[in-house]
C-alpha cells in the first residue's frame, strides 16, 4: 500500500518541477536564440552550446514524462489514484493552516487485483466518512464493494463488479451434452461458488445459509442454482417449498422429495433429525470414535435441506406446529454439522422475532437479495446497518449482499445466471439425479 500524507501544499515540489523546466526551456532557448544566424566563430562556445541544447531537450522530455506519469491521465494505475486522490483531497476535504504546514488528511492507497482499496485517516478534518466515500466513488468513476470505519479510519473497496456466474454452466460441467456414455458424478465436498470469492463451504462453520430477499428478488432462482450444485456434488437433497411454486415442481419433477403441507413438512424435518442421530449414534457414540471425523472424513453423503419461505411454512401451522418445526429445525441447526446435513432457509424478510435465535445464529452464511430491504431486515440478516455501506446498497433482483465468516465483512454479490426456462436444464438436473451413487444409497 501507498501512503499520501497532505501535511504541506506540495509548494516544494512545485518549485522544484518550476525550476527544471525553466532550466530546461533556457538550455533549449539559448543555443537556438545564439545559433539563429548560424554557428559562432568560437568552436569551443558551439560544442557548450550544443551540449546545453541537447541536455534542455532531454530534460524537457523528461520532465514531460514526469508530468504526464503523475497526472490523473497517467497509464500507471496506482500513479493516477495518488493524483487523483490528491485532487480529490483539494476539492472535497477541509485542510487548516497550521504555521507553514497544513494540516490535512492521510491516505494509503493501494491496488489489489481488480480492487482499489482506499484507507482515509481523518485527523479530525471529517464528519461524514460516509458520504466522503460516496463522493470518492464518483470521483474515480467506480462502484464502492465495501466501506468500514473504525476508529479515525475508513476503508473504501473500489471495483467494478465481477461478472456473475453462468449457473448452468457450473453445474453442467464435465457432463457429456447428450448425456450419453457411463460418466458417473463423484460425490465432491468441494465448496459451492457463489459470486467472486463468496463460496458456501457446507464443510465449515457456515453451513447453514440464511437466504433474505423481498418477493421477486431472486431467491427461488438461486435455490435452483443450490440445489442443482448440490446434485452436482452427488449429495442428498430435500426440499421444502411452502408456497407451493414451481421450485417445488421442479424438484419433484426429478424425483428430489418435496414437502408443501405442514404435516408433509414436519414429517420431513423428523426424518432428517432421525437421519441425523443415526449418524451420531453409529459414528460418534462409540467409545472408540474419531473425535476428528466428520462427515467428509467417513465419506457420508451431505444432506441438505432446502426450506424456501419459512415464515410462510410457520404462519400455515398451528400453534404446536409452529413450534415442532421450530424445534426440529432448531436441532438440525445446531448439531447438523459434524455428520453433513446443512440447512438453505428461506424468507422475504427477518424482524427480531420472526425465527428463533437457536436457528438464525448458527446460519453463519447469510444472504440477502433485493432493492428494497427493510433497515430492520438488513441489520437482522446481516449484522450491519445500511448506512454502513455507505448508501452504496446495490440491491437488486439476484444482486445483493453476503457475509460468511470467510468474507471479511459485507460483500457484494451477484447469484449465478439461470436460464429463463426450466426446460433447458431439466434434463441436466434428472441427470445428476439419477446418475452416479443410486440416489438414497451410500448412507
Ligand atoms: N439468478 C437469476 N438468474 C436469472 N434470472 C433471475 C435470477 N434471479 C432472479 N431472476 C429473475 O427474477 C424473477 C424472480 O425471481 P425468483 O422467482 O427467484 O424470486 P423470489 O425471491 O423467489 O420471489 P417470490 O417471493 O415471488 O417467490 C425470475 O423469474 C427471474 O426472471
Ligand atoms: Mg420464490
Not at 491516505?107 to 482499489?116: H, Q, S
Not at 426440499?239 to 421442479?250: P, T
Not at 421450530?326 to 441447526?333: K, M, S, V, Y
Not at 446443512?342 to 437457536?358: F, G, H
Request: net charge positive; aromatic share 10%; charged share 25%.
Amino acid at each position: 500500500m501507498h501512503k499520501l500524507k497532505l501535511k504541506t501544499d506540495g509548494s516544494v515540489i512545485a518549485a522544484i518541477k518550476q525550476s527544471i523546466l525553466v532550466i530546461a526551456l533556457l538550455f533549449i532557448i539559448l543555443p537556438i536564440f545564439i545559433f539563429w544566424d548560424g554557428v559562432t566563430a568560437i568552436p569551443e562556445l558551439n560544442e557548450i552550446l550544443y551540449d546545453m541544447l541537447i541536455v534542455g531537450i532531454f530534460l524537457l522530455l523528461n520532465y514531460s514524462i514526469l508530468i504526464f506519469l503523475l497526472s490523473r491521465y497517467s497509464p500507471v494505475k496506482i500513479l493516477k489514484i495518488r493524483k487523483q486522490i490528491i485532487n480529490f483531497t483539494r476539492l472535497f476535504l477541509k485542510s487548516e493552516t497550521d504555521g507553514l504546514l497544513i494540516h490535512s488528511v492521510k491516505w494509503i492507497y493501494g491496488i489489489k487485483g481488480r480492487k482499489t482499496i482506499i484507507d482515509l485517516y481523518f485527523n479530525g478534518l471529517v464528519k461524514d466518512s460516509a458520504e466522503i466515500g460516496r463522493k470518492l466513488s464518483e470521483y474515480l468513476g467506480l462502484p464502492m464493494l465495501k466501506y468500514e470505519e473504525s476508529d479515525g479510519k475508513a476503508r473504501y473497496i473500489f471495483a467494478n463488479p465481477p461478472k456473475r456466474y453462468d449457473g448452468i454452466m457450473l453445474i453442467g460441467k464435465g457432463i457429456p451434452n447428450e448425456y450419453k456414455g457411463d460418466y458417473k458424478p463423484d460425490v465432491s465436498y468441494e465448496p459451492i461458488p457463489i459470486y467472486d470469492n463468496i463460496i458456501w463451504n457446507y464443510n465449515s462453520e457456515a453451513l447453514h445459509i440464511l437466504l433474505i430477499a423481498p418477493s421477486g428478488a431472486g431467491k427461488s432462482q438461486f435455490l435452483r442454482y443450490l440445489g442443482g450444485m448440490v446434485l452436482r456434488r452427488q449429495h442428498m437433497l430435500h426440499v421444502i417449498d411452502a408456497k407451493n411454486s414451481d421450485l417445488g415442481r421442479l424438484f419433484r419433477h426429478i424425483g428430489v422429495g418435496v414437502a408443501v403441507e405442514t404435516d408433509e413438512i414436519i414429517k420431513m424435518l423428523t426424518k432428517i433429525v432421525n437421519e441425523m442421530n443415526e449418524r451420531y449414534s453409529k459414528y460418534f457414540a462409540a467409545d472408540n470414535a474419531d473425535i476428528d471425523a466428520n462427515f467428509t472424513s467417513l465419506g457420508l453423503k451431505g444432506e441438505i435441506l432446502i426450506f424456501d419461505e419459512v415464515l410462510a411454512a410457520l404462519g400455515e401451522a398451528d400453534k404446536k406446529q409452529k413450534a415442532e418445526i421450530e424445534r426440529l429445525l432448531g436441532q438440525l441447526a445446531l448439531k447438523g454439522r459434524a455428520v453433513g446435513i446443512s440447512l438453505v432457509i428461506t424468507a422475504q424478510k427477518l424482524n427480531a422475532t420472526d425465527l428463533p435465535k437457536s436457528i438464525t445464529e448458527q446460519c453463519q452464511t447469510r444472504i440477502i437479495l433485493g432493492a428494497v430491504v427493510s433497515d430492520e431486515t438488513f441489520h437482522q440478516a446481516t449484522g450491519y446497518y445500511k448506512k454502513d455501506i455507505a448508501g452504496a446498497y446495490k440491491g437488486g433482483v439476484g444482486k445483493g449482499y453476503a457475509i460468511t465468516p470467510k468474507s471479511d465483512g459485507l460483500a457484494y454479490i451477484e447469484t449465478p445466471q439461470m436460464p429463463e426456462k426450466t426446460s433447458d436444464y431439466i434434463m441436466l438436473f434428472k441427470e445428476l439425479r439419477d446418475r452416479g451413487t443410486p440416489y438414497g444409497e451410500g448412507r
